[in-house]
């Protein structure tokens, strides 16, 4: 194989990638943000936690279900953190 051919496959499947990595990037972001909007109780920490997943997008959303989602799951078990 010619370099230059090399070179295009190692860029198309980079950017594959990429895109890839970005839209499931995305759908765990809107997974979590629904999350909240659905499993929270209303309150001043349910507007916090959508205003954190809105305006720090992916981190926002990591720390809320490492933090807060997983706190919940612990406290009412798989089944009441999924309804």
Same mark, same amino acid.
């Given at each position: 194989m010619e370099?230059?051919?090399a070179g295009s496959i190692a860029v198309? !499947?980079?950017?594959f990638l990429i895109i890839v990595l970005s839209i499931a990037? %995305?759908? %765990?972001?809107?997974?979590m943000l629904v999350d909240?909007?659905?499993q929270e109780p209303s309150g001043s920490d349910k507007i916090a936690w959508v205003l954190v997943? !809105? %305006?720090t997008n992916?981190?926002?959303?990591?720390?809320?279900y490492f933090v807060e989602r997983t706190q919940?799951?612990?406290m009412l078990g798989q089944e009441?953190?999924?309804t």
């Open positions: 370099p230059q051919v198309f !499947l980079f950017v990037a %995305f759908a %765990f972001w809107i997974w909240c909007l659905t997943i !809105l %305006f992916l981190i926002g959303a990591l720390i809320y919940r799951v612990k009441g953190a999924n």
